[in-house]
């Protein structure tokens, strides 16, 4: 069965300091991957999603940006933080291809606070 | 564009009563309609879908949302509440992203309160 791990689960980090948020999937192949984050009160935004390797579309302009060096590997990175960044941060994956009737299935999500 | 509205931000039932869970979409074709819940410091879980046929689905954990067209609604129903059910529910509709992958837009959520 397919699975998907996010970590850390936690972070705490000061204005200005680096990120890199990890998600790996496993179970699958090719598989299309999205950050999303979740802002207190607010609904999910779409970030960036993934349809391949290396390929990285950004949905809104941001401070944070997105990579992924391996087939079911996810980064979310940041060079400085801002204390806007602040939120729980979801990964999520779906089937290799554009139907319209494949959920996506998320992680557990990173909550981070900026300091 | 299309766009989810959950009209109730919160919502208080008591355990074993039903209970009704609005959304309404706004979606230029026949939509694909998706109910997730959230329970707190947690990732989303799928609980049920629409993309076509029968107009009421049934999903895991006793529910079932209903399908209107005439009225853009996707309304999601329990007969019976059990306390477990206390977390936050999201409503979302699919557009399929060029260059493939399909984007979920979400509603605002509602969050789910169950009296003892």
């Known amino acids: 069965s397919q699975t998907i791990h996010q970590w850390p689960a936690t972070l705490v980090q000061p204005v200005g300091s680096p990120l890199s948020l990890e998600c790996t999937v496993e179970?699958?192949?090719?598989?299309?991957l999205y950050w999303y984050r979740q802002a207190a009160g607010r609904g999910l935004q779409l970030l960036f999603y993934s349809v391949g390797i290396g390929q990285i579309s950004s949905e809104v302009p941001q401070n944070l940006s997105a990579s992924r060096p391996q087939d079911r590997q996810f980064f979310l990175s940041s060079k400085k933080l801002l204390l806007s960044d602040s939120g729980f941060y979801l990964c999520a994956w779906s089937s290799y291809g554009a139907a319209k009737n494949q959920p996506q299935h998320f992680g557990d999500g990173t909550r981070l606070s900026i300091l | 564009a299309q766009s989810v509205t959950q009209p109730d931000i919160h919502i208080t039932v008591s355990e074993g009563a039903s209970l009704e869970l609005r959304c309404n979409y706004s979606?230029?074709?026949?939509?694909?309609l998706f109910w997730y819940v959230q329970s707190p410091g947690q990732g989303l879980q799928l609980l049920l879908k629409y993309f076509s046929g029968d107009t009421l689905v049934q999903g895991i954990k006793g529910f079932e949302a209903e399908f209107k067209r005439s009225q853009s609604s996707f309304n999601l129903r329990k007969p019976s509440v059990h306390w477990s059910d206390a977390a936050e529910y999201f409503c979302?509709?699919?557009?399929?992203?060029?260059?493939?992958?399909?984007?979920?837009?979400f509603g605002t959520g509602t969050q789910l309160k169950v009296e003892l």
């Open positions: 979606y230029g074709a026949t939509p694909y």
């Open positions: 979302a509709v699919v557009l399929i992203l060029t260059g493939g992958g399909n984007k979920l837009t």
């Open positions: 179970g699958t192949s090719n598989p299309n």
